[in-house]
């Protein structure tokens, strides 16, 4: 199960890929307006010089939450390993037919596979979007540079449908075309309220109460202020901003909710012991297993629930 995993997450990975790096899917071209007002905004350099540049953006997005989850797993894993409700058993989770795997180690990686998925998600969502619509940005006529004479925009109400309608730069066109929903919104967004979710869930440290809303709210702020910059330097409009926030933060809750259903982490006493896990058996949670036995009076053959990632 664990192989069919890794081929899911590579297709994600491969086709957020060929979204951002090759020109397989082709951007939707819009006509427009001539001197179309909501379009001739300032344009102000390329990505690189905007005040949230993507480098900083994507570490961020990447690196903060690799750091908060692995640290935070690391010391909720100490907390338990120093405490004396932790017996020999239960440092080893017996997992699939092959490996053994540290608890610490495997709840890490599936907290930050899961987001590394919902991440490479979003970002699908977002540049399937920008192609489809080809909604332009609202500096599009500004680097697009129309010849308005060639095209007749004397009565300024015509509609401009041509393909070649553009004489500027064509990479800094083809990028003004890409702006429904913002990319950047979406990813920061989905970044924040994943980690929010995070520490609101599992961090449960005394003294915590408020520092963790704290926390979690100046994250999700950080997240709409970088919404908001695009806004602010012409790089998208209101309504890319806005829909490029629910996108991220719908699939940060589905992720959340519906896959690693709210960080809860296995607890401890559903190991199953060495010496009774059949290679088949990857996982018991004891209550439903006392469960099921008293139901059915099986005692023999303990009814097994595989539970992958
Ligand atoms: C715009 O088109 C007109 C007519 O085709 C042409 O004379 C003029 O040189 C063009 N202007 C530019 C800036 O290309």
């Known amino acids: 199960m664990l192989y069919f995993q890794l081929v899911i997450m590579a297709g ?7 979204f951002e790096y090759t020109d397989t899917f082709n951007v939707h071209v819009q006509g427009f307006f001539c001197h179309d ?29 690799v750091l908060v989850i ?24 017996v997992m699939g037919d092959c490996c053994y795997l540290n608890p610490l180690v495997r709840r890490t990686f599936r907290f930050l596979g899961v987001y590394a998925f919902g991440l490479f998600a979003t970002d699908i969502f ?17 680097v697009c540079k129309p ?12 509609f401009i449908s041509q393909q070649d309608a553009c004489t500027g730069n064509s990479e800094d066109v083809t990028r003004a075309r890409k702006s429904f929903p913002s990319k950047e919104a979406a990813l920061s967004v989905y970044a924040a309220l994943y980690v929010s979710m995070y520490i609101m869930c599992r961090v449960k440290a005394k003294g915590t109460r408020l520092a963790k809303p704290v926390v979690s709210l100046g994250l999700t702020c950080l997240a709409f202020l970088t ?13 890319d901003v806005i829909a490029g926030f629910v996108i991220g933060g719908a ?20 190991v199953m012991p060495p010496e009774e896990s059949a290679p088949s058996a990857h996982l018991l949670r004891q209550p439903r ?21």
């Not at 692995?70 to 989770?93: G, H, M």
């Not at 992720?255 to 960080?263: R, Y």
């Open 147 to 158: 010849n308005y004479t060639a095209l007749g925009c004397q009565q300024t109400t015509r």
């Open 251 to 270: 699939i940060a809750v589905f992720v959340v909710v519906c896959v690693v259903k709210n960080f809860k982490g296995k607890p401890l006493l559903s």
């Open 70 to 93: 692995t640290a935070a797993e690391s010391v909720l894993f100490l907390l338990q390993y120093i405490s004396e409700d932790l017996d020999n058993r239960e440092k080893i989770i």
């Open 37 to 65: 007002n909501a379009y001739m905004k300032p344009y102000l350099g390329p990505e690189e010089s905007s005040a949230i540049p993507p480098v900083i953006l994507y570490a961020v997005v990447a690196g903060v939450p």
């Open 126 to 142: 977002v540049n399937a979007g920008q192609v489809v619509t080809g909604n332009m940005s609202p500096y599009f006529l500004t």
């Open 227 to 239: 919404g908001i910059n695009r806004v602010v330097e012409y790089r998208n409009h209101w309504a």
């Open 12 to 18: 994600t990975v491969m086709l957020a890929y060929y």
């Open 289 to 309: 297993v006392e469960h099921a036995v008293e139901k059915y009076g099986a005692p023999q053959s303990p009814i097994t629930y595989a539970e992958v990632t």
